[in-house]
């Protein structure tokens, strides 16, 4: 099954970085990363899910995280600069950046927010992100997606 191209697979064509496009099959029901992760057949721990927070004096900002684990709100809050922090409500998700749940991709946002990717990436020769949209996952090398997104490091 030949995998429809997303604006962030065009966006990395276009940078010359290497990565796979991967279906597969998801349900409204569950679209959780450990569904991902059954679905490919990959450990959790190399499925990332994308989140995306609101910090008190910098607005948006976006983590990557392993699939089993959950945002720790301190540790974003200090690493983007922010004093506290929340995931934006569900319904701002959409205007904001362009993707729906189960679909959010670090890259091709509506706009540039600043990223942070879970240190843990970087243990892996590849790791799994949403394409943009559901059912579609990009099997990347974590440090040219670090490079592509300009991404800092969220440390343990």
């Known amino acids: 099954m030949k995998a429809e191209k997303t604006n962030a697979a065009r966006l ?6 290497s990565y796979s496009l991967i279906p597969y099959a998801y349900s409204e029901e569950d ?3 450990e569904h991902v992760a059954a679905e490919l057949k990959e450990p959790i721990e190399q499925v990332f899910k994308t989140l995306v927070l609101r910090g008190d004096k910098n607005g948006e900002f976006v983590c990557v995280i392993p699939g089993d684990m959950e945002v720790d709100l301190k540790v974003a809050a200090r690493i983007s600069g922010n004093k506290n922090c929340e995931m934006l409500k569900m319904k701002e998700l959409l205007p904001t950046t362009g993707y729906i749940r189960g679909g959010c991709c670090p890259i091709a946002m509506k706009k540039a927010f600043p990223t942070f990717i879970h240190e843990s990436a970087l243990l892996y020769d590849y790791i799994y992100i949403s394409a943009g949209k559901r059912g579609l996952q990009i099997k990347i090398n974590p440090q040219d997606l670090i490079d592509f ?3 800092g490091i969220y440390p343990l």
């Open 31 to 33: 679209l959780s990363a």
């Open 149 to 151: 997104v300009q991404m």
């Open 12 to 17: 990395l064509d276009a940078a010359g970085v």
